[in-house]
């Protein structure tokens, strides 16, 4: 064949690497090895570890280089990519199909064209617009972690304090990882609790458990001012901040977007449609910058995570390449370490689902992570929030030492294929007494929900105790008499659960809310309760939850 009839490459530039920029880019390889593919990134590093910064600077990770993950010349060497760092993207024309590039390093200026550009420029570290937001210091790339590496290294340990802005999932890892360091540590969390993606009762006890590490937790105020040593708060307080780290959320990084007319949603995020599309032809995004649809909103929403950002810079290359493929929505699933705790959630919250009008039922459970007769079970906190008209599951939360990220991807896995919630009863799972259980936890959340939804048992949740006794409602403890004496909700009568079928005469004719500890033997209360005529529900959860929630 002559080379007059070989059409011309596809020109693919790429707008930024890491995450979603480098899976498109290395996957488009594999799928067009005539492609010339460019990735112009800003910054000097393209391939790097950023979900392992914090922990590099705890020391869990030694050596600065396992965060290095590939290099433009490795890249080069393996997949034929032209990367370029230190080369910022500074406009781009759809129209004419070409993007201004700002070569950092030489300083000079030049025009590319392209047949398809990729936009996967992130997410930027949100800065609060206080007075002496100059001194705070963010954690997104390599050159942050290095100016942290270095502001923390001039610091003595034993006397120095860092206050941390923001207590979602960055910010908790900061946290946990400067304490490690060893120093004194505040962490400012301007609504009433950390970790938004947990409801009350389910982080309680997490940031119970951050205290008990010795951070300093400042919950429902926020930063007001920064000055030379100290941070003052909305409360009137102030704490001593040697170094100020702000982790309040991240914004996505849109500014080409926006400049070049490119649609973005509510959020900022780019719009995008089938195949990434935006709406220029030609151009599409990917990753944190661009809106996702929701998995159980339906809505456009941001959702800034690493495993959503790699799958779809891979499906973009696969959407070039011909084949018709679709990101599914969005589910949110993510998981933090707390010193020894893990914290896991999918989906959407208790609150978010109960504001939104949405008809639920909500299970708690408080299962061990593995069979209680082997050694070293540890105890779980599980949430699952369920469609009470379709038995979908539209949220979960996770709580514990051991066990937490195994449920967690089960259900995720459950909810991402229309398994409903009473299904999971019937999953076999692998068992054997150092891993799970013969009745696994997760099938403990179906017997739960099969029960709701068979009408077998009824439930009313923590934060509805008080209304129910305001109605006249008897709560009954079916504890022994030994753990009502550890401690009782208050107005609550004793009547142990082995008792309770000789003391029926005692409840007379009100509606009756049983509980036990953590909610298994308040449903066989309320079985007996039910067949003996009264109207009765179970407190979801048990003593353990609403004392959770109410600590």
């Not at 420029?121 to 290095?146: K, Y």
């Not at 990434?276 to 032809?281: A, G, L, N, R, V």
């Not at 409602?473 to 000789?502: K, Q, S, W």
């Not at 009756?512 to 209360?525: E, K, N, P, S, Y």
Request: net charge negative; aromatic share 4%; hydrophobic share 45%.
């Amino acid at each position: 064949m002559s080379s007059a009839s070989t059409p011309r490459p596809r020109r693919i530039l790429v707008i930024g690497g890491v995450a979603a920029g480098m899976s498109f880019a290395t996957r488009m390889r594999r799928r067009d090895e005539r492609a010339e593919i460019v990735i112009f990134e800003r910054s000097g590093h393209v391939s790097f570890a950023n979900c392992g910064l914090a922990y590099y600077l705890g020391g869990v990770i030694t050596e600065r280089d396992e965060l290095l993950l590939q290099t433009p010349a490795s890249l080069g060497s393996r997949f034929g990519l032209d990367v370029r760092v230190n080369h910022e993207v500074t406009a781009i024309n759809p129209a004419g199909h070409t993007i201004t590039v700002h070569n950092r390093d030489d300083d000079t200026t030049n025009t590319e064209h392209f047949d398809e550009l990729v936009i996967a420029t992130g997410a930027s570290a949100a800065i609060p617009a206080i007075p002496g937001s100059e001194r705070m210091l963010v954690l997104r790339n390599i050159e942050d972690v290095d100016a942290l590496d270095s502001s923390l290294g001039d610091l003595d340990p034993t006397t120095a304090n860092v206050v941390v802005l923001g207590a979602g999932y960055i910010g908790v890892e900061m946290a946990e990882n400067l304490a490690k360091r060893g120093l004194n540590v505040t962490l400012v969390q301007r609504p009433a609790h950390i970790l938004g993606t947990l409801d009350a009762e389910m982080v309680t006890p997490v940031e119970a458990h951050l205290r008990a590490n010795g951070i300093d937790l400042r919950l429902g105020t926020e930063a007001v001012t920064v000055d030379a040593s100290s941070v003052r708060l909305s409360d009137g307080t102030s704490v001593a901040a040697d170094v100020v780290v702000a982790a309040i959320g991240v914004r996505p990084d849109n500014a080409l977007a926006v400049h070049a007319g490119l649609a973005t949603g509510a959020s900022g995020g780019i719009r995008v449609g089938a195949g990434y599309k935006t709406s220029e032809p030609h151009i599409y995004a990917v990753g944190d910058v661009a809106e996702k649809i929701g998995a159980i909103s339906g809505e456009h929403e941001l959702v800034a995570l690493a495993g959503p950002a790699n799958r779809d810079g891979r499906y973009l290359a696969d959407t070039l390449a011909g084949d018709d493929v679709a990101s599914k929505p969005a589910l949110g699933t993510a998981i933090v370490g707390v010193f020894d705790l893990t914290v896991a959630s999918l989906g959407s919250t208790e609150r978010a689902l109960r504001a939104a009008g949405r008809d639920i039922r909500v299970i708690h459970t408080h299962p061990v992570s593995h069979a209680g007769y082997y050694p070293g079970a540890q105890s779980l906190s599980l949430k699952l929030i369920v469609d009470a008209t379709t038995d979908l599951i539209l949220g979960a939360q996770a709580v514990g030492q051991e066990g937490v990220d195994k449920r967690m991807d089960v259900l995720a896995t459950a909810t991402s294929f229309g398994i409903t919630a009473s299904a999971l009863a019937d999953l076999e799972l692998a068992y054997a007494p150092q891993y799970g259980s013969a009745k696994d936890p997760i099938n403990h959340l179906g017997y739960v929900a099969k029960n709701l939804r068979d009408d077998l048992s009824a439930s009313v949740q923590w934060h509805e105790i008080d209304a129910e006794l305001a109605a006249g409602t008897l709560l009954v403890d079916v504890r022994t008499a030994a753990e009502f004496e550890r401690g009782a909700i208050p107005h609550a009568v004793n009547i142990p659960l082995d008792e309770l079928r000789g003391r029926l005469d005692e409840l007379g004719d009100r509606r009756v809310i049983v509980h036990c500890q953590v909610g298994q033997r308040g449903h066989t209360a309320v079985r007996i309760l039910a067949q003996n005529g009264f109207d009765a529900v179970n407190l979801d959860g048990g003593y353990r939850t609403w004392s959770a929630a109410t600590a």
